[in-house]
């Protein structure tokens, strides 16, 4: 097999590998942020459903769950910083983007929940 072949086959793989290594890279970098990011008056936002909300959540987190967030971006203030969440890093991923396309500017994505805790 050779390498070009190797390639061939598991890129698919090896992008999906990228993913899970940028996701986690960027959940470490927003986590090192995230006492400037308060000092600044950041909003911590978690965009999981009220359900997984109500089993464990971190402190001082606002839920807008993901399918009600477009509904409610008047909830979120576009001067101070926004900090997303949910089970995964997936949903909160797709609120910064819905955030971004709204005009927000300071949006940070920390992943799951949890990392809020860190």
Not at 37 to 48: E, T
Request: glycine share 10%; proline share 6%; with cysteine.
């Amino acid at each position: 097999m050779t390498i070009w072949n190797f390639f061939e086959q598991y890129w698919p793989l090896m992008v999906f590998g990228l993913w899970l290594a940028y996701k986690w890279w960027n959940s470490k970098r927003v986590i090192a942020m995230l006492p400037e990011l308060k000092k600044n008056g950041a909003l911590l936002l978690d965009v999981r459903t009220a359900v997984e909300f109500s089993n464990g959540n971190a402190p001082g987190t606002l839920n807008i769950p993901l399918q009600e967030l477009g509904g409610r971006l008047s909830e979120i203030p576009k001067s101070s910083p926004v900090v997303l969440c949910c089970a995964s890093g997936t949903r909160s991923g797709m609120a910064k983007l819905l955030l971004m396309q709204n005009g927000y500017k300071q949006i940070h994505n920390i992943g799951p929940w949890g990392n809020f805790l860190k």
